[in-house]
């Protein structure tokens, strides 16, 4: 499918999952149910569109005998992607397949995986073998994400940090931890009083080349650690005035709508990592960190 036709057919879906919001709540509460029904409806459906696929995947991967390495190469059928526009097109009202696309565009369909797939290999009733297999499996589907540019490590090691959080009841501690001063101190201003909502009304010196600057390496480089170093640059170097983690996102947010940038919480998970203190110090303050930020710094206030 040439890129153009991609981006058309992933529009559609989105226009379906406005337009559908009931069954795809359903869809999603099926493939997150403890019982697995969804994914099974899923896996089924990989049968009937995928054969040569499944047939491979039933060969090689039985007993004990299944290859981390041979699962990994795996392609789906030539058609599989034809059959799938079809589907989508000719769909029938008992059929998953433009919930499932939604779901696999649009929703948590890698971290669900993983989640069930996870669960698996605490099962007893799954022997050795049985769990060895799942847990290639839940390998496979992170690094497919990651090479479908679906996710990035970085998303894969918050969603580590949110798991540990909940499975050791930190939750609410987790949350403190990143409250910001003004999140912490709420203060009532004037409904009359003009309240800045552009990034530019923050920034310090030449504001009109300091944004330019910004936007326009942001747009290549916005993981939630490339925004926390681009933050402390412009606090280290007076260029920032007042904006907190919050705001800071926001406004950028608002600047680059078309760019990808990841959630809030990315942002403050990666500040609060290069915050974290090490027998040398805040990781921000040495080794390749401290690198990264003086180069956003020197970009910053190069005149040339």
């Not at 640059?233 to 406004?251: K, P, W």
């Not at 990808?260 to 974290?276: F, H, M, T």
């Not at 090490?278 to 180069?295: A, C, M, Q, V």
Request: aromatic residues 8%; contains cysteine; charged residues 30%.
């Amino acid at each position: 499918m040439a890129q153009q036709d991609f981006e058309k057919f992933k529009q559609e879906i989105k226009e379906w999952l406005d337009n559908h919001p009931k069954e795809y709540d359903r869809f999603v509460a099926e493939v997150n149910d403890k019982s697995s029904t969804g994914l099974y409806k899923v896996f089924n459906l990989g049968m009937k569109l995928a054969p040569k696929l499944m047939r491979k995947y039933r060969t090689e991967c039985h007993g004990d005998l299944a290859d981390e390495r041979l699962m990994q190469d795996y392609a789906a059928d030539t058609d599989t992607a034809k059959l799938l526009v079809d589907e989508f097109h000719n769909v029938d009202k008992s059929s998953i397949v433009p919930a499932m696309l939604a779901w696999l565009y649009y929703g948590k369909c890698y971290e669900t995986m993983v989640n069930q797939l996870e669960a698996e290999t605490h099962n007893p009733a799954n022997n050795f073998f049985e769990r060895k297999i799942v847990s290639m499996m839940i390998g496979i589907v992170i690094k497919s994400s990651i090479r479908n540019k679906m996710r990035t490590k970085e998303d894969w090691e918050n969603f580590k940090h949110e798991k540990k959080v909940m499975e050791e009841g930190r939750v609410l501690d987790s949350y403190i931890e990143e409250l910001t001063p003004k999140d912490a101190v709420v203060k009532e201003t004037s409904s009359d009083a003009e309240q800045p909502m552009c990034l530019r009304n923050y920034l310090l010196g030449d504001k009109e080349e300091l944004l330019k600057k910004i936007t326009l390496k942001v747009s290549t480089q916005h993981t939630g650690t490339d925004l926390a170093r681009l933050y402390f640059a412009l606090q280290e170097e007076q260029l920032l005035s007042r904006c907190d983690v919050t705001t800071f996102h926001r406004l950028l947010a608002n600047e680059m709508p078309n760019c990808d940038l990841k959630s809030v919480r990315n942002l403050q998970i990666a500040i609060k990592k290069l915050n974290d203190s090490t027998n040398k110090g805040k990781i921000k303050d040495s080794g390749i960190e401290r690198t990264f930020i003086n180069e956003w710094r020197a970009y910053l206030t190069d005149t040339e």
